[in-house]
């Protein structure tokens, strides 16, 4: 439906969605009024989910990016800069979203990428104009949410800033954070065994976002493009279909935020079909947990893995 749509459009729609946010956030919103309690600013949906979690009704969590609005996009209003300036802290992945790279501040913030060992970059070769519009401007791989057993040592770490910020509630926080990590290393284990047997192991994808998953369960990911707006060439798209027919391929992912159109393109190409793979960059329809056991399952079907 939305390959109907030209991209333009599409992004206007976007940049809409951005400007009603900002505008619903300005009128009467309780930025202080929250009964004391700190105010914390999430980037985008998994580090808001998180944040929420290992907050509990000690914090009071704003998200910075709406829902449907792909996170790499955001642009921020004085309004929501105003908000991370006044937060006890911002919550945020250095490399995903530029204009939050810039609004933060060393003191109240916390990178998570500092917590976690990341993944370089996986560089292939669209570069030259295209890079620069993209949020991917740091030399690791930014997207390690998909990775459960990492964001387990996110929420810890978490945890322990929301402590410091917040000392009369520190034990608190702790506890949710012991909770949410064990919580995550259950969804870890769920992912380890259900991917374990798998007929084929490559992962064909429309945005590169699951190089971290692919990571933890020794999948094989291979990206048709590492922006989700740039169109990738028809040199990229046989190259690809090459190697996915060399894999044994049969699914090629595409996602919710995207435009299907390239990976149509490509499964045609390959005689394969397409399915959703969501890379929780923005709102799922359940939460974290819930959206990542539908991809689980997702992958099983797709990669022909027996429990
Ligand atoms: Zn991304």
Known sequence: MMSGFSRSYAVGLLAGATLLTTAACGSGSAETAAGGKPEVVAAFYPLQWLTEQVGGSDAHVTGLTAPGVEPHDLELGIQQVTEIQKAALTVYIKGVQPAVDEAVDAETSFDAATAVTTLPASGHEEGEEGEEEHGHEVSYDPHLWLDPARLATVATKLGERLAVADPAHAQAYKDRAAKTAGALGTLDQEFAKGLSNCRTKSLVTAHEAFGYLADRYKLKQVGITLDPETEPSPARISEV???????????????????????????????????????????????????????????????????
């Open 241 to 307: 279909a090459k190697l996915a027919k060399a894999e044994g391929v049969t699914t090629i992912f595409t996602e919710s935020l995207v435009s299907p159109k390239v990976a149509e393109v490509l499964a045609n190409e390959v005689g394969a079909k397409t399915a959703v793979l969501d890379p929780l960059e923005s709102r799922p329809s359940g939460d974290y947990l819930s959206a990542m056991r539908d991809n689980l399952k997702t992958l099983q079907t797709a990669l022909g893995c027996t429990a």
